[in-house]
């Protein structure tokens, strides 16, 4: 079956940097963009990047261009994000997603990620 499990997610102080993963299986990894979201405690969910199935292009919310980076590689099944010059508002557990035009959309379970300031 489908899985999507993030990784890398801890506490960190602000500036500092940190690495997410997302070791996916149960689909065809490069046929699906993949992105990352976020969700904050008593706010919705909402988009952070996202990157094309080979990668050929990548989205950013404005909050986070300049300071994060979207990668996938698909020899490996795997999505990443390293965000650096983190803030205490990027505080929040993030998500990782798999979207088809087709066959839609799956989610991980998230990772915790908390910036002291």
């Known amino acids: 079956q489908v899985q999507l499990v993030e990784s890398g997610g801890g506490l960190v102080q602000a500036g500092g940097s940190l690495r997410l993963s997302c070791a996916a299986s149960?689909?065809?990894?490069?046929?699906?963009?993949m992105g990352w979201y976020r969700q904050a405690p008593g706010r919705e969910r909402e988009f952070v990047t996202r990157?094309?199935?080979?990668?050929?292009?990548?989205y950013y919310a404005d909050f986070v261009k300049g300071r994060f980076t979207i990668s996938r590689d698909n020899t490996k099944n795997a999505l990443y994000l390293q965000m650096n010059s983190l803030k205490p508002g990027d505080t929040a557990v993030y998500y990782c997603?798999?979207?088809?035009?087709?066959?839609?959309?799956?989610w991980g379970r998230g990772t915790q990620v908390t910036v002291s300031s």
């Open positions: 997603k798999a979207s088809h035009s087709v066959f839609g959309d799956y």
């Open positions: 149960g689909f065809v990894f490069d046929a699906y963009d």
């Open positions: 990157i094309t199935g080979r990668g050929t292009y990548t």
